[in-house]
């Protein structure tokens, strides 16, 4: 029998709202071996990542512990010193946070953090840390993973982002990692390789970890256990075969049933009839380094088009040169036919006003000193000149339109709202401009799968209500079959395959279109080593692996 690494008995955790002190997790239990990996699951707000958090000794501002016990390796966690965590958090237990650019620090170097903790610990040199570094660099998938470290945080993507963070985690070889929605921004083709390293690292250095997630077919391959909580209390817990072939309780089942919401696709667009927005030959880089090639795409009013591709594909890039704030090379965009100024700051006001966003992720879209009235405020006065009571008026529209009740919501700041609630704000603020067309970055990738399943059913009836134009750039080819009426897929920075959903979901697909479709994961434990096996050894992940096994073999003893 494995030896116990973490214990948590009866845990209490109470956050403070209004004066007051509420319950967040209700007399929770856990026991987690040395090597081993247990599930976190349940839909937003049930504790997860509260949990997650407590078993590090740590709770946010605003949170306490207010009974209970959280012991590691024979630690009381929470009557601790500060210095006996400190000498933890860092070397025996890491952290791999959902949201990796709200946890960079954007003025030093990704290798830099990377190397950080393991250095200061007197782990390792920082020659071993490095190379330890730019090996898990390799092992995670990450491009030039030689030089990649040498960049700022705002010069690599979100999905290239969240996994330095996750090899940060890993270089000084913890005991525990808590992994907090790791693979949320990543697409699925890199998501696969980035499970199997880290399934493969754990299991080698015999490393415990928590993996959080909503997405139940990752928790299917990652975990050895499952635990399904909900509104701070636990549900059921089972290991990972027995639960996914027969939960015990409804609400498990309600999590385990598939997304029912998936809206039938649009009739073709006559021919003839004008696109409301037309990328027209366009070429970009980012300095030299060139990021779409000659891309060309029409969305026309009142319809859907999903974007789909890998980390790097353009994605995000054409989202950016449509709102001005990257100008291209070559090409152009047009508005109603009419050619846009390529950058937003020779735009006039009726130009940006039509042209609204969306962000993946709310915690950093939403400034968190300022209310919600004032957030959605801004923009009903900046384009539609209301204020005093008319704007509030029209706020309180905009928060009865997302489903949100205004006179509970209103005075509240972002960090009082789950993040379901802080993506139907960013919705309201793109709305308050009255757009006729609006881009949606990833905006369910970290939500999960009910909370997801509301916010595209809130985008359907808008759009049916508002004739609006909708740019959907996602990796959930789930959420593609929810909602698109077309598809386009782009791989490095070119339009591969385009065209109505139907005939993207249906062979013969572009060979990088199945591979898209084939990388998906399923609900079944075996799913993730039988595809692997299928397509042989990553020769970059085998070479990575050697590295991290001779650095080691040749590193100092306290590694």
Known sequence: ???????????????????????????????????????????????????????????????????????????????????????????????????????????????????????????????????????????????????????????????????????????????????????????????????????????????????????????????????????????????????LASPREDYTKSLWAVRSFQRPAKPAVAQGVSPLIRLEKVTATYGQVPVLKDISLDIHSGRTVAVVGESGSGKSTAARVITGLLTPRAGRVLLDGVPLPASYRDRGKDHLRQIQMIYQMAD????????????????????????????????????????????????????????????????????????????????TSALDQLVAEGILRLLARLQDELGLAYMFITHDLATVRAIADEVVVMKEGRVVEAGPKDRMFHPPHHPYTELLLSSVPEMEPDWLTRVLEARGPSEIGEAAIAKMNNSESSGSPDA
């Not at 830099?112 to 570094?133: F, K, L, W």
């Open 1 to 243: 029998m494995k030896e116990r690494l973490l214990k948590i008995r009866d845990l209490r955790i109470e956050g403070l709202s209004d004066e007051q002190w509420w319950p967040i997790v209700r007399g929770v239990d856990l026991d987690l071996s040395r090597g081993e990996v247990l599930g976190l699951i349940g839909e937003s707000g049930a504790g997860k990542s509260t949990l997650g958090l407590a078993a590090m000794g740590y709770t946010r501002d605003g949170c306490r512990i207010s009974g209970g016990l959280v012991e590691f390796d024979g630690i009381d966690m929470v009557h601790a010193p500060a210095h006996v965590k400190r000498d933890l958090l860092g070397r025996r237990i890491a952290y791999v946070a959902q949201s990796a650019a709200a946890s960079f620090n954007p003025a030093h170097r990704l290798l830099g953090q990377c190397t950080e903790s393991p250095v200061q610990h007197g782990v390792m040199s920082r020659s071993e840390a490095e190379e330890r570094a730019i090996a898990l660099y390799e092992r995670l998938r990450l491009p030039d993973p030689q030089q990649i470290g040498f960049r700022y945080p705002h010069q690599v993507s979100g999905g290239q982002l969240q996994r330095a963070m996750t090899a940060m985690a890993m270089v000084a070889k913890p005991d525990l990692i808590i992994f907090d929605e790791p693979t949320t921004a990543l697409d699925v083709t890199t998501q696969i390789e980035v499970l199997a390293a880290i399934r493969d690292i754990v299991q080698q250095s015999g490393t415990a970890a928590i993996y959080i997630t909503h997405d139940l077919a990752v928790v299917a391959q990652m975990a050895d256990r499952i635990k399904v909580l909900l509104r701070g209390e636990e549900v059921e817990e089972a290991d990972t075969r027995s639960m």
């Open 364 to 443: 950093t879209a939403l400034n968190p000193r300022c209310t919600i009235g004032d957030i959605i405020g801004r923009p009903v006065e900046f384009y539609m000149g209301l204020t005093g009571r008319e704007k509030r008026r029209r706020v309180e529209e905009l928060m009865v339109q997302i489903e949100m009740e205004p006179g509970e919501y209103m005075n509240r700041l972002p960090g009082e709202l789950s993040g379901g609630q802080k993506q139907r704000i960013g919705i309201a603020r793109a709305l308050a401009a009255e757009p006729r067309f609006i881009i949606c970055d990833e905006v």
